[in-house]
């Protein structure tokens, strides 16, 4: 007897325009638990967009986006992240006049359990969260005086404050220091190994095919490739995508 795993991300023929622009174009698939996801494609390929639309941003046309089994694509941003989906921008949003610990603190407060998390509870987790990302020392620097790849680690050590299930980075890895990319390779994999799933949207195609076991490609802002990194770099619609016009 096979055993079904009730998918806990699903797509199901997710479409967005902007005026005459398709940007996603009946874009469909699942993830189980324990997945680790590479979004890539050429720019303008939908992949923002998906990302956007899973996290409230925006919401689908039609279609339906599911987690652990609830419909979410008409969600706003706030009940989304409260239902454990955190989310990275390319450009990272940080509250610049704020040090880097009141930036981890905002988050807490929105999704603490008043039961369990006093302020002093709060305090401790955010201080871990940026000793898990290596940026402790700046705890009480202004986020405006962060570099661009620090401001990257606190915008992810901040996104830990939800206590995410599903993770979705946007671009991670840009613009960053190749030492500080190793660093953030091996952060997802310790929380990947602590139960997150992630998707992660990159332009870094060795870094991603390094780290997922399954990339999926979009061109158009459809669907063209989900498969296994050899798979999906042997893949002729890849190629067309990335290389061909």
């Known amino acids: 007897m096979t055993e079904h795993h009730q998918p806990v991300f699903e797509v199901a023929d997710g479409s967005v325009a902007f005026g005459g622009n398709q940007a996603l174009e009946s874009v469909s698939f699942a993830m189980e638990k324990g997945q680790l996801v590479g979004l ?22 039609s279609g ?5 089994g609830r419909p979410i694509e008409k969600a706003p941003p706030h009940e989304i992240a409260r239902a454990g989906i955190a989310r990275t921008f390319q450009i990272p949003r940080i509250f610049p006049r704020m040090t880097a610990l009141e930036n981890m603190l905002t988050p807490g407060f929105t999704t603490r359990d008043p039961r369990t998390d006093d302020r002093i509870a709060l305090l401790r987790r955010a201080k871990e969260h940026l000793d898990f990302l290596d940026i402790a020392d700046f705890a009480e620097a202004q986020a405006a005086d962060l570099s661009g790849g620090q401001r990257m680690l606190l915008q992810f050590a901040r996104a830990l404050m939800l206590k995410p299930r599903l993770m979705l980075l946007d671009e991670p890895f840009g613009g960053v220091h190749p030492l500080l990319v190793e660093r953030i390779l091996g952060r997802v994999r310790d929380l990947h190994g602590q139960g997150i799933d992630f998707i992660v949207v990159s332009h870094d195609l060795p870094a991603i095919m390094g780290l997922a076991a399954r990339i999926i490609v979009l061109a158009n802002g459809g669907l063209i490739a989900d ?7 042997e893949d002729p619609a890849v190629i067309e995508a990335y290389l061909g016009g």
């Not at 890539?40 to 046309?61: E, F, H, Q, R, V």
């Not at 498969?227 to 770099?233: C, K, N, S, Y």
Request: glycine share 18%.
């Open 40 to 61: 890539i494609g050429p720019n303008g390929s939908g992949k923002t967009t998906l990302l956007n639309a899973t996290s409230g941003i925006y919401p689908l046309d």
């Open 64 to 68: 339906s986006i599911r987690f652990e």
């Open 227 to 233: 498969g296994t990194p050899g798979a999906v770099r």
